[in-house]
C-alpha cells in the first residue's frame, strides 16, 4: 500500500508541477527557476522514499512521510505559489494553459500505473489522500 501511494503520488506531482511550470513560463514569472528548483528537489526526495519503501516500508516511515510532505505543500502552497498570482493577467489564458493536455495525461498515467489500485481514477487526487489515510 505505501509503495502505490508513493508511485501515485510520485507520478501525480510529475503532471501537476509540468502544468504548473507551464503556466509559470507563459506568464514569464520571474521566479520560475526556483520554484522548479522546489519541484525537483521533492520528486527526488519522493524517489528515494519510492526506493526505500520497496526495502521497508512501515508505518511509522509513512507516517514521518505524511508530515514531510504535508509540510512541505503547505508552506509550498502559502508561500511560492501564491507569489506567482499576480503574474497571471489572463484568467481565461490560464485556464486554456492549464487543461491543455490534462485528459490524455491522466489516462496516460492510469494506464501506465494500471497495476496500482490507486491509479485506476481520473480523480487521482483523491485516491492519493484515500491511500495515504488507509496507510496512516
Same mark, same amino acid.
Given at each position: 500500500?505505501?509503495?502505490? =501511494?508513493?508511485? =501515485?503520488?510520485?507520478?501525480?506531482?510529475?503532471?501537476?508541477? #509540468?502544468?504548473?511550470?507551464?503556466?509559470?513560463?507563459?506568464?514569464?514569472? @520571474?521566479?520560475?527557476?526556483?520554484?522548479?528548483?522546489?519541484?525537483?528537489?521533492?520528486?527526488?526526495?519522493?524517489?528515494?522514499?519510492?526506493?526505500?519503501?520497496?526495502?521497508?516500508?512501515?508505518?511509522?516511515?509513512?507516517?514521518?512521510?505524511?508530515?514531510e510532505l504535508s509540510s512541505w505543500f503547505c508552506h509550498h502552497a502559502l508561500l511560492q505559489d501564491?507569489?506567482?498570482? @499576480?503574474?497571471i493577467d489572463d484568467t481565461e489564458k490560464a485556464e486554456r494553459i492549464a487543461r491543455e493536455g =490534462?485528459?490524455?495525461?491522466?489516462?496516460?498515467? =492510469?494506464?501506465?500505473?494500471?497495476?496500482?489500485?490507486?491509479?485506476?481514477?481520473? #480523480?487521482?487526487?483523491?485516491?492519493?489522500?484515500?491511500?495515504?489515510?488507509?496507510?496512516?
Amino acid at each position: 500500500m505505501i509503495q502505490a =501511494t508513493l508511485d =501515485t503520488l510520485s507520478h501525480y506531482a510529475s503532471f501537476f508541477f #509540468h502544468r504548473e511550470e507551464k503556466l509559470m513560463d507563459a506568464f514569464n514569472y @520571474p521566479g520560475l527557476e526556483f520554484h522548479r528548483a522546489e519541484h525537483r528537489n521533492l520528486l527526488q526526495k519522493i524517489a528515494k522514499q519510492r526506493i526505500a519503501a520497496k526495502r521497508k516500508a512501515s508505518v511509522k516511515s509513512a507516517k514521518k512521510l505524511f508530515d514531510e510532505l504535508s509540510s512541505w505543500f503547505c508552506h509550498h502552497a502559502l508561500l511560492q505559489d501564491i507569489a506567482f498570482a @499576480p503574474y497571471i493577467d489572463d484568467t481565461e489564458k490560464a485556464e486554456r494553459i492549464a487543461r491543455e493536455g =490534462t485528459a490524455e495525461c491522466l489516462l496516460d498515467l =492510469t494506464v501506465e500505473h494500471k497495476e496500482s489500485a490507486a491509479c485506476r481514477s481520473s #480523480h487521482v487526487e483523491v485516491e492519493v489522500e484515500a491511500a495515504v489515510a488507509r496507510v496512516l
